[in-house]
């Protein structure tokens, strides 16, 4: 007699757990949710356009993705942002197209992914293996939806937001190497410890590596504000010597990696960077002082859409809700400053952290990059808020992981009214942020769009132009057409090696674009004394466009060459 099915497959003696199941939906439900989330900031950073800034990105990730490892014969800006945002176009070049939907998509996940991460560790408060709904729901409420004016800091980059990502990825590390208990009855106590402790240490150096090697800001914003808190606690024992010196070896290994890299990438040749920029910042004069710090002001206030200055009472409702979220953050910052400076003695003299590390280092570092960004030259303006992105995403981080517990301890409001308060705010910045996209339909097409279009059809593919209209004419036109940048020096259109590759200049071309105002000394009548005088002249909306029935690239060479003996 043949058996039966269930005599052959019996059935399980006990149950499935439901807990890996939980996790695989969990997991499920989070790349569904960064998938939703990349999608709603690849649209939204599409209100922003595109510049050459912006393109400088993409066109060095293009270069890298075809082997050329270390950009060689790259000439970057002062800030490389080579690890923090090239590589991830390099990677998502090998799927996707060269064009100008890749800048936006890839800019809305590596926000996304920020958000995400920023809310995970929120949600991960010392001591607690349980994540914490209300904490992550706070976070997100504070970061996920950037104001407008901030929104091309976020959306759109190189603009510190990768150098974000590398950063919030270590604080997750140091919180796992923290929170990583190791039973001591375990025969394997060794491995365990070096998997728990050693391991998130190791990973973490990778990432403050990355982030470094990409941006000097991480030294002030990330390894100081780390550096500091655990040296201090070292001091005040109120941690492990052991465990405060690896981290420590931490701050100072991803300096020392990030020196061996300079030192391999000039004896391989790499890419260049200029002298100065932010890894040598200066004081601000005296005299600015004062200015500098009405800028950082004014700077902060729009970061948060809380600027009501000068708005109308009854249409200020909206930058009031943001002027109390900046309050916010202040009174986290000031309950962190406070917390800081206590210091709880048990009666063995032993002494437990008021603070978590993380909660330690996100006040000090955004007390740093107040003071950093005040105190420097960098500030111009209103405009050069993209440093305040550091303040902005461990502000976020704050709320959600210290000013959530302390909220909920003093008020007998419950957990579930506490998470609806955090919602209805979520909602309501979802709402303003969505309305644009609902209401302003997206921008036409850029000039620089319609100028590369228009190259096109005349089979002008290779020439010269200004910064502004050079490489983001490259990937508005998808790489059909190259347009090498150019400055005057010297009375002379010479090469203008700020993100560019020296091998552009090396190809023929046959014209020249310029803007409407000239830009760096670039103008009709500097180009014909260079160039000599042109066989056509066109105008395109703002652009002119010279042409020669020549090849006009030596030339310009020949004048690099006359410039560099000068120089002798």
């Known amino acids: 007699m043949c058996p039966s099915f269930r005599d052959t497959y019996p059935a399980r003696s006990t149950p499935l757990s439901p807990l890996p199941l939980k996790r695989l939906f969990a997991c499920v439900g989070v790349l569904i949710a960064l998938g939703l989330l990349t999608l709603v900031y690849a649209h939204a950073s599409r209100y922003y356009g595109l510049n050459s800034d ?53 800019n809305g996940f590596i926000f996304a992914l920020v958000v995400m991460l920023a809310s995970w560790l929120a949600a991960r408060r010392s001591g607690n293996h349980k994540l914490d709904l209300l904490g992550a729901t706070a976070t997100f409420a504070v970061v996920a939806f950037p104001s407008q004016s901030f929104g091309p800091c976020t959306l759109l980059g190189p603009i510190h937001m990768g150098t974000m990502l590398w950063i919030v990825l270590a604080m997750i590390l140091f919180d796992v190497s923290d929170n990583s208990a190791v039973p001591k009855s375990e025969d394997s106590q060794k491995v365990r410890e070096f998997a728990l402790s050693w391991l998130p240490l190791a990973a973490a150096l990778f990432c403050l590596t990355m982030a470094l090697i990409g941006d ?18 070292l001091r005040q024992g109120r941690s492990q010597r052991g465990r405060e010196m690896k981290v420590l070896g931490v701050c100072v290994g991803a300096i020392v990696c990030t020196k061996i890299f300079a030192f391999v990438l000039r004896f391989l040749n790499g890419f260049q960077l200029p002298a100065g920029g932010v890894s040598n910042p200066e004081f601000v004069p005296f005299d600015r002082f004062g200015e500098n710090i009405r800028f950082s002001l004014e700077g902060l206030l729009n970061v948060y859409n809380a600027n009501f200055f000068g708005v109308p009472i009854g249409e200020a409702a909206l930058q009031i809700m943001g002027f109390c979220g900046l309050g916010t953050i202040f009174y986290c910052l000031y309950r962190a400053t406070r917390a800081l400076r206590s210091q709880p003695q048990d009666g063995g003299g032993t002494v437990a952290p008021a603070l978590d590390r993380v909660s330690a280092v ?49 008020d007998p409001l419950i957990r579930r009214e506490w998470l609806f308060i955090f919602s209805i705010g979520a909602f309501a910045w979802f709402y303003v942020f969505a309305a644009r996209a609902i209401r302003v339909p997206l921008p036409p097409p850029s000039p620089e769009a319609q100028l590369s279009r228009w190259l096109q059809d005349r089979n002008l593919t290779q020439g010269y132009g200004t910064y502004w209209s050079s490489t983001v004419l490259m990937v508005e036109s998808r790489g059909r057409v190259q347009v090498s940048q150019v400055i005057l020096r010297d009375g002379k259109i010479a090469p203008y090696l700020w993100g560019s590759d020296d091998r552009w200049y090396r190809k023929p071309a046959r014209f020249v674009v310029m803007e409407s105002p000239d830009y760096a000394g670039v103008n009709e009548k500097t180009v014909v004394e260079t160039f000599g005088p042109p066989a056509e002249r066109h105008r395109v909306l703002q652009f002119t466009i010279l042409v020669w029935n020549r090849d006009i690239a030596p030339r310009l060479l020949m004048t690099e060459i006359e410039q560099k003996v000068r120089a002798r």
């Open 54 to 106: 912006f393109a400088g990105a993409i066109l060095g990730g293009r270069d890298l993705a075809q082997g050329n490892l270390l950009l060689s014969h790259w000439h970057l800006t002062t800030v490389s942002f080579f690890t923090t945002d090239t590589i991830f176009f390099a990677f998502f070049l090998k799927f996707l197209p060269f064009s100008p939907g890749t800048v936006h998509n890839v």
């Open 216 to 233: 000097a800001l991480t030294l002030y914003v990330a390894i100081l504000p780390i550096g500091f808190v655990s040296f201090v606690w």
């Open 362 to 410: 996100l006040c000090f570092g955004m007390l740093l990059n107040l003071i950093c960004y005040a105190s420097s030259t960098v500030v111009l303006g209103v405009m050069t808020v993209r440093y305040f992105v550091p303040f902005f995403i461990y502000g976020a981080i704050l709320v959600g992981r210290l000013g959530v517990p302390i909220w909920r301890a003093g």
